[in-house]
């Protein structure tokens, strides 16, 4: 792929967030990784998603995290970004929303138990949450530290990313991560539906249990891994 | 109806699962069956509803489960599907969805009762759920499988399956069926509001019990049947 | 305005049922009266909204109840809707949906409490619901009975039907009315409205109480009524 | 910024209530203030949000309250809006909506907790609400008198209005401010979405507490005050 096109990629990746309803105003943002360049590209910070052009998305060096474009500045989240591929080289691209229904699942504080197929056939296991920040954290370096703890909780899994890409950011989001910026984006889409059905399980049914594991890896080995034999052979997801 | 005329009318059920917000990236979709020629259509799996034309849906055996076209490869949910035309004769679409709230309802474990008119018009009884599947269900005829426990919950009950064209996989998400595709299609509509109507009449009131049998057969009738006055008389639903 | 007007009137009624989201498939109807000529227009039964022309409206006579048009088969809620226009001079337009949160109130059996100013600026106190039907009134004439126990409900108030211009139907869902059809259309949208809010309410704080008596009167007053000072001078509603 | 632009930037601000999904029927209006020409432009009474045109909107006296144009009475909530404009001369523009999720809590008369970082990144606190009004208060100056209400509350914060630029009016709904008209609105899309996160966040846990002063303080910072980073350099929000 092209510079050109993953800037294209990634402009399509931020402007789906808008579609599907992930985002309000300007909360959220989507980057997309060129690792032969050791370039990520990611939305300017505070730009409305529908006017978003691909030669504003802002590139930011991998290893240094400056960006060279010059005029516009990155998302603010950009250190979180970074941090996430920094640490795991199989992906392509990163997500953030405050997206209602997984937010309010952050917001509680709860991880997100795998209650059905829908789940399963995306998230091999519970959608996990972070530790709360200590008040350290908190401070000049706050963004690369909130990476910090989405690392700190994907390595406490027995997990790959990819077999576990979305992680809440507790009293915050979701940030979901994929092959590339339009996997994470289908992540952040088919993490937000799950956790709306979770929450309306819940409601329904305060004991209610997670799937078994039988039922979960069957359904995850639907769409991921060698026996996957969900969608066209020809192509991914 | 002419084989082309089904395959334009399956590409439009599937098309209208996405219009009436029934499914989300490509969880879901729509069949046909041409019983004549012995043929199923349905969509190829993983392909996006709004791009899908009528020449990608995929002819299916209903006898072998061969798929002759040779391009694409079906649903991951044909055998589902196919068990379900093998099953029952009456029935000539079937809909496979992960809808937000009748999987809420199915991630519970619960049929949907009969709580009013809305549901008693389309549906002659609570929409049951299925029993959960085995471990050896889960295997390599598990699609084929799923099929034959919401046959096996069908076949329980007392009634035809165009009189409960809904049923509830558990753990998973529905299946509905009508006289063509575009009758499956608006049976997963009238499915997906009334399970939004349930959920909240118990969560107005958790104690809520189910309307007569009177009200259900009266508004069951006003719509099915041969005292039916709903409708044209030229037309069906 | 002319019976062209009207039924443009009437159409245009139906057709925002649709765009406001009251309605799904076909559960629904809008109806407007011409007193002088003792004609109502009423959607036929189970034609979808969006391609219904305004020569598709049924003319019934308000007397007889019969239909002269010829072609198409009025709603099969006429009947209720012609009891109303009865009994009730001042009413110029109905309207009966299956909308969601109202729908949902009718299936818990429960009228609707004022919570607040969006409830009282349409609507002068709690939103009544009716008794449930007797057997006896399942039968042959249904409809017109649906008719004879929302007339009771509203004549057991102490208002004008423009005052109440809501009333649920137990386990069914909610008839509105209004001073011409696209008023009714205003008042069923409102109803959802405060049907939706009434819910979180509850949900929030299960032993809220409605709003006194003088802040309900001071909104409805605001807009209905002789002191009303909302709108344009030259205007309704 | 000319008369003519900011009559603009109000229509725009109404049409984006509609847009963004914040009111129903004519259920809310957006204003603007010229400072210097102590005139501020707000939404005739009644009139639908999307046939609104630039010319339409009603220039009232700052001062005296009187509308000059002539032909359009403004909307009924105009001596509210001049009370804040009167009182806090930093805003530049006034919403008021009867958005369901805000307005629930509104009807329930309980400030909406900081839940989390989506509420921190736009009010510096808890969403007050006002105090009921009396009977007095309910009288011919109801709607100044509901501006003094939101003045109290707001007074009795240790908080900037642009701070905290929300105020739940108590059994009614939100009113907004902003910098000019455009902040206004964007505040009030930013507390609908804050209102159905907290009620989610109580839903799935009815213990929740809010977050802790320095993630609130952190978020608040990062997009306001002097050590803001959010954005472009050269543009506001």
């Known amino acids: 792929m092209t510079r050109v096109d993953l800037r294209e990629q990634v402009r399509e990746a931020n402007a ?3 579609t599907a309803g992930l985002v309000t105003l300007s909360f959220g943002n989507a980057s997309g990784v060129d690792r032969a360049a050791g370039v990520m590209f990611i939305k300017p910070s505070g730009v409305p998603y529908d006017r978003l052009r691909a030669g504003d998305l802002v590139a930011v060096d991998l290893q240094t995290g400056a960006s060279g474009d010059g005029s516009s500045r990155p998302s603010s989240d950009t250190p979180t970004h970074l941090a996430l591929y920094r640490r795991y080289p199989e992906i392509g691209g990163v997500v953030h929303t405050h997206s209602s229904w997984a937010s309010a699942w952050a917001q509680v504080g709860r991880s997100i138990p795998c209650f059905g197929t829908t789940h399963a056939d995306h998230f091999r296991g519970p959608i996990p949450i972070t530790r709360p920040l200590t008040e350290a ?4 370096s706050y963004e690369a530290d909130t ?5 700190e909780t994907l390595d406490g899994l027995a997990l790959a990313p990819l077999e576990m890409p979305a992680v809440l950011v507790r009293s915050h989001g ?3 991560f994929g092959a590339d910026a339009n996997d994470a984006v289908a992540n952040a889409i088919a993490l937000e539906a799950v956790a709306a059905m979770a929450y309306r399980t819940l ?3 305060p004991e209610a249990g997670p799937i078994s594991e039988a039922l979960l890896e069957r359904h995850f ?9 969900y969608g066209q052979p020809d192509r991914d997801g």
């Open 174 to 176: 979701p940030f979901t």
């Open 203 to 205: 409601a329904l049914e």
């Open 147 to 151: 990476g910090k703890v989405v690392i």
């Open 221 to 229: 080995g639907r769409k991921h891994g060698p026996g996957a034999y």
């Open 16 to 18: 789906a967030l808008l």
């Open 137 to 140: 954290e908190l401070g000049a």
